[in-house]
Every structure is written in C-alpha cells, then in structure tokens.
C-alpha cells in the first residue's frame, strides 16, 4: 500500500508564500478549515479527522510542513522527524522565546488563498502537538476567526511550562478579536500530558477567560494499547466510536468550525 493511499480523495497543489512552498491536500466544499498535523507528519489518522470535516460542509486544507505525507506513524518515524526536521530547521521554533514559529507566516498566506477561494464568514485552523499554537498565533490573520489548540506541546523546557508559542502581540491581537468579532477558541488535552502542562491551559484561562473553551480527558477516554501514552486527542488516541468522549470532543470541534466559519 502507498503511503499516499490515504490520500486519495484530496487534490494536491504546491503553496508557495514567496519564502516557503510546502505541499498541501485539498478536498470538500464550503467554507475552508486548515489542519495543521502533528509530529511525525500528515498520517493517516490526520486525514480521518479531515474527512469527517470535510464530510460536515467544509473544505478542507492539509498542509505537509514536515514528514512524508500519508505514512504512517512509528516510534523510528516520530524521532527521525523531531531530529531531522524540525529541530535543525529554521521555520521552527522549539524553545521559549516569546515568538511563534516563522512557518506561522506562511500559514496566514494559505488562510488568505483559502478565504478568498472558499468564501463564508472565515476560515477555521487547528494545530496538533508541536503545531498546536500555531492556529493562535494565524490569528493576526484577519480571515482566521476559528483557532482549535489540540494538545499545544510548545515551547519545550521548565520556563515554557505556562507559555504558549505565540508573541505578546500576536497574543493581544487574538485576545482584542476575540471582545470585538465575538469570537473564541478551543485547547484540547489530556490532563495526564507531560507534553502539555497543566500550568499551560491555566495561564490560557488567565489570559483570555471565557473566551478560551478549555477539554481537558482522562487517560480512560484514550484509545488504549496505542503504544504511547494517552496525548492526541484528535487523532492517534481518538476512539472513533459513536457516544465515546474523545468522538464527542471531535463533534464538538467540529461543530465550532461549522458555527464561526458560516456552513
């Protein structure tokens, strides 16, 4: 099987910003939502969440930013991909420094082409693990109105306990639209998360009040027998099953896209 078999149904372009160009997928009608995968790259899991998206009224965009596009996920590929890609290269940023990554710049240019191809009231972005606070950061982005934070692991380190990867204005930024577009966002984890520190989502909650709808699941509502500890909880530890909690978050998720971006 090819990796790219889970691919299949979306089409491919290459999006280039004048300073990057990454792959990205694209499949379904209507108002746009930007996946942003997690470590190891776009797996398949990934793109399950996306099509029940894109199956809800959305067109969805999957970006490629690091990783082999489709593969699927291994303990060999995950490290190869932190070593490899990410921390040597300088569109990321791993540790505190109170500034978001620069591929976050790129990612607010697909938003404008995905706005302006796919219309509605805006478009929605969620990252995943080390892109978590990616989709924060794309809210200086005016067409970004929609920002879904799912298991932010960055940054890396004691001093970025209760930080997020994001800049003090582009923190502000998010925080002035959320008061004067009536708008809000969604952190999702697992509260046994070491990638994810309970002092994160607490400076969150601090930081923007009821504007920031904060998930926080126990260990049991994980897929269990996964190999790694209970920490995606859109994808690798989602149990795709009517009625479990992990299902229900992502009918949650899915329905905030639906109610900001206007399908």
Known sequence: MSDLDALAAYERFDFDDGRWSRPVFRRGSGPAVIII????????QVVRFADHVAAAGMTVFLPSLFGKPGKEVSRAYALGSMLVNICIRREFNVWANNRSSPIV?????????????????????????????????????????????????????RKGRALIDASPSEIACAKR??????????????????????????????EFGERFEAVELEDKDALPNTGMPPHSVLTLHLVDQAGSVTKQVEERVIAFFKQRVGA
């Not at 995968?37 to 398949?44: A, K, V």
């Not at 697909?110 to 302006?116: D, E, I, N, P, S």
């Not at 959320?178 to 994160?200: N, Q």
């Open 37 to 44: 995968h997690e470590i190891p790259g776009l797996h398949p």
């Open 105 to 157: 710049d790129w990612l607010r240019a697909l938003a404008r082409k995905a706005h302006a191809e796919c219309g509605g009231a805006g478009v929605g972005a969620v990252g995943m693990c080390f892109t978590g606070g990616y989709a924060l950061a794309m809210m200086t982005e005016p067409s970004v109105v929609a920002p879904v934070l799912s298991q932010p692991s960055m940054p890396l380190g």
């Open 177 to 206: 639209r959320f008061e004067d577009e009536d708008l809000s966002m969604m952190g999702l984890r697992f509260k046994s998360d070491a990638f994810v520190p309970g002092e994160r989502f607490e400076a969150l909650k601090a």
